[in-house]
């Protein structure tokens, strides 16, 4: 005979999976975020009218000196 067991394992476990990975991808990019923001907070440079640039020392362009 069989015994009834109710869904109690299978119950909205579809949707717990979906919301437990919006949440880690949520989370891992605002951690992302958050290390490159404070990584690339010194290379901030503010001019003197207040406009903003980055200056970013692997991405400038070297021009080396005829000679």
């Known amino acids: ?30 951690i992302v975020f958050i290390v490159l923001f404070f990584g690339f907070y010194s290379y901030f440079l503010t001019g003197e009218d207040g406009t903003g640039s980055m200056e970013i020392p692997w991405l400038t362009d070297v021009q080396e000196p005829p000679g």
Do not use: E, G, Q, W
């Open 1 to 30: 005979m069989r015994r009834y067991v109710p869904k109690t394992y299978n119950n909205r476990r579809l949707l717990r999976i979906i919301f437990r990975s919006v949440v880690i991808a949520l989370c891992t990019v605002l």
